[in-house]
């Protein structure tokens, strides 16, 4: 086969792989467990980072690696609530989907959160460090109380 015969079998390839994966996305069940995974990983990042930044614990070397992968996380926000997601075994409620300009609005507020205490830390400038760490941990509370059902 020629090279540009080959390129064309394998953009073929590449496209059915990518619609058959994106025809498997679909499920409720997978879609809140996507997003109980990755809010459950931004707690554990942020959790952490709190121990560090307060000296609770040695290990001051992987503050920023802990900020760097909330703010990733951060960025998976927008996708973790699909419409089809909005009725099985989740916390998440209503006003998400029913609000979703205000929705989208404390999306992008967390993401810009998470990634000023990424460059703070960056930065190595405390103070910025500890206001933009307050900032995250407001927003975080800010969102769960308006759009997620009290836990038992
Ligand atoms: C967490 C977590 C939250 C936030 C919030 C910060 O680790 O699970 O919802 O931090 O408690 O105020």
């Not at 994106?22 to 980072?49: C, F, P, Q, W």
């Not at 996380?73 to 075994?89: I, Q, R, T």
Request: glycine share 4%; with cysteine; aromatic share 6%.
């Amino acid at each position: 086969m020629n090279t540009v015969l080959k390129r064309a079998a394998l953009a073929i390839v590449a496209s059915v792989s990518i619609s058959s994966a994106a025809a498997a996305a679909g499920s409720a069940e997978d879609a809140i467990k996507y997003r109980n995974r990755v809010m459950d990983a931004m707690a554990a990042h942020y959790g952490t980072l709190m121990l560090l930044l307060f000296d609770k614990v040695e290990g001051s070397q992987f503050t920023q690696s802990h900020a760097d992968a909330l703010a990733n996380a951060s960025a998976e926000l927008s996708v973790l609530f699909p419409e089809y997601s909005k009725d099985g075994d989740t916390e998440a409620l209503p006003a998400i989907w029913e609000n979703p300009d205000a929705f989208a609005q404390a999306v992008d507020k967390a993401q810009k959160t998470a990634v000023d205490l990424q460059a703070a830390i960056a930065a190595d400038d405390r103070k910025a460090t500890l206001s933009a760490a307050a900032a995250v941990g407001k927003s975080c509370k800010g969102c769960h109380e308006t759009y997620r059902a009290e836990e038992d």
